[in-house]
């Protein structure tokens, strides 16, 4: 029986780890798992709200660090995170995607020489600007098992290095959670809630520090995004690091009036049940890119670049950068195109991730 500790700290997070927890449950025989919650995010919307929906059971352990710069964050969480890890002797500790909780928590384990799992590895954006490129890479370099959603990873991980044996193609266990959830999200009334009914709205987030700390990059995206709510309007459930930022720079007021609806951010299953229904997305979100693939949503992603580029290649992605002009062109090439294209879902992107996760661990153990 193995003991695994899985890692939890910020939003993105709980999708991953639910499936995976649920999965180990389901093997009593084979796991003993535990759930360590940073504290990363600790707003209830940001966390417990998907723990509910999820139904995941309370954290066995919170680390409660909350937020802070890059450094204060990282080593409080290695501070904290130091003794439970010696306390508990896990065989495995499994972190996933790119957040700074997984780095934090993969370098404390990588010197008391505890094996980790690195779900979502080898993705690379080849931005070293953005924290989470940082995150990915030394993540990866100190893991003993490279848990990878689609081959690019896998090459991305041998070109640096990385012995074959150590990397195992999984699939994507973020849509183990999208395909268990999409009935039950049905039930949502987010969409009568809003007024709003099925394609004939967008959906926005917007969060990355690139595109909402700089006033200037963050009022072009206003702009652009108010002129094409006058076509479709837009639902943006507003994280908190662009609340903040908005009222900083005034945005609010440019917002105000415009077709661009600011809500409060939503739970998992409320917001599966809103971006479901949409005509288009527009985003600077990773996990988004890959649900509205899998689901056939046209998608404009608002960066220069992407760690996910097999949802372009196969999926609804589309990479339009922070240029308004070009933001207002490809949406409005979306919204004139009615062709349906066939709908390509990358390959192990099929709800069984969590299981094919568990026996790579079983038979590394
Ligand atoms: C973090 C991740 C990012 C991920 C995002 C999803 C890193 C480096 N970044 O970014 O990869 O895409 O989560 O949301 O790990 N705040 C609250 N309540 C909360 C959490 C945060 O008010 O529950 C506010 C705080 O002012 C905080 C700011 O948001 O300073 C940023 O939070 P932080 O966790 O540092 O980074 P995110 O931008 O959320």
Same mark, same amino acid.
């Given at each position: 029986m193995i003991k695994v500790m899985l890692i939890a700290g910020a939003r993105p997070n709980f999708m991953k780890v639910a499936p995976i927890y649920a999965e180990m449950k389901r093997r009593p025989g084979e796991f003993v798992p535990m759930i360590v919650h940073t504290g990363q995010h600790y707003d209830a919307a940001m966390s417990d709200a998907f723990f509910d929906d999820l139904g995941?059971?309370?954290?066995?352990?919170?680390? /409660?660090?909350?937020?802070?710069s890059h450094a204060v964050q990282t080593a409080k969480i290695m501070t904290l995170f130091e003794p439970v890890v010696l306390e508990h002797k896990p065989d495995w500790v499994l972190v996933v995607g790119d957040v700074n909780s997984t780095i934090a928590c993969a370098l404390v384990c990588s010197k008391l020489g505890i094996k980790i799992a690195h779900v979502? %590895?080898?993705?690379?954006?080849?931005?070293? %600007?953005?924290?989470e490129e940082i995150n990915r890479i030394l993540t990866d370099s100190i893991s003993d098992l490279l848990l990878t959603t689609s081959q690019d990873a896998d090459e991305n991980l041998r070109a640096e290095g990385v012995p074959s044996e150590r990397i195992r193609f999984v699939g994507n266990v973020m849509i183990d959670s999208l395909l268990e959830h999409l009935k039950i999200a049905e039930n949502s009334t987010i969409r009568e809630d809003l007024g709003v009914s099925a394609r004939n709205y967008a959906v926005m987030t917007l969060h990355r520090p690139s595109n909402v700390d700089d006033k200037a990059t963050f009022g072009g995206l206003l702009e652009a995004l108010i002129e094409i709510a006058q076509e479709l309007p837009i639902v943006f459930p507003v994280h908190p690091r662009t609340r903040a930022k908005m009222e900083e720079f005034g945005f609010d007021k440019l917002v105000a009036g415009s077709n661009i609806r600011l809500i409060e951010p939503l739970g998992y299953l409320d917001f599966m049940r809103l971006y479901s229904g949409a005509r288009l997305v527009l985003t600077d979100s990773g996990g988004l890119q890959e649900e509205t693939t899998v689901l056939g949503i046209p998608c404009l992603t608002l960066r220069e670049n992407t760690e996910r580029p097999v949802t372009i290649e196969l999926g609804?992605?589309?990479?339009? /950068?922070?240029?308004p002009q070009k933001i207002r062109r490809e949406a409005r090439a979306s919204l004139a195109s009615?062709?349906?294209?066939e709908l390509r879902v990358p390959p192990?992107?099929?709800?069984k991730a969590s299981g094919r996760i568990c026996d790579e661990l079983i038979r590394e153990s």
């Open positions: 995941m059971p309370k954290p066995d352990i919170h680390l /409660g660090v909350g937020s802070g979502e %590895a080898g993705l690379r954006s080849r931005d070293r %600007a953005m924290p609804t992605n589309v990479l339009v /950068g922070t240029d009615d062709t349906k294209r192990l992107w099929d709800g």
